[in-house]
């Protein structure tokens, strides 16, 4: 069963940066777009970064010029590099397909940025 594992959250203070990792096991990594979401408390989870199969990305307006995403197919691993952080990027960040079906959601990893 694929298993995705995001790590490297913490707190942060505005304007400071955070490399999140994420993981992925047992699926075909390179064949599949992926892509970085996020869920802050009392809001619907969205979709902050996509990078495809190919490597070409796109980001959601909040995250243009601030985030990267960048892949590692030989590690199967994701990253997402969040610079100027600002408060309103607090949330619960998880990676996933870009694509349905989605696969299972993993423990997420806790982003929080204090003003």
């Known amino acids: 069963q694929a298993q995705l594992v995001e790590s490297g959250g913490g707190l942060v203070q505005a304007g400071g940066s955070l490399r999140l990792s994420c993981a992925a096991s047992?699926?075909?990594?390179?064949?599949?777009?992926m892509g970085w979401y996020r869920q802050a408390p009392g809001k619907q989870r969205e979709l902050v970064a996509i990078i495809t199969s190919g490597g070409g990305t796109s980001y959601a307006d909040s995250a243009k010029g601030r985030f990267t995403i960048s892949r590692d197919n030989a590690k199967s691993t994701v990253y997402l590099q969040m610079n100027s952080l600002k408060p309103e990027d607090t949330a619960v960040y998880y990676c996933?397909?870009?694509?349905?079906?989605?696969?299972?959601w993993g423990q997420g990893t806790q982003v929080t940025v204090s003003s």
């Open positions: 047992s699926i075909i990594f390179s064949s599949n777009d």
């Open positions: 996933n397909r870009r694509f349905a079906p989605l696969l299972s």
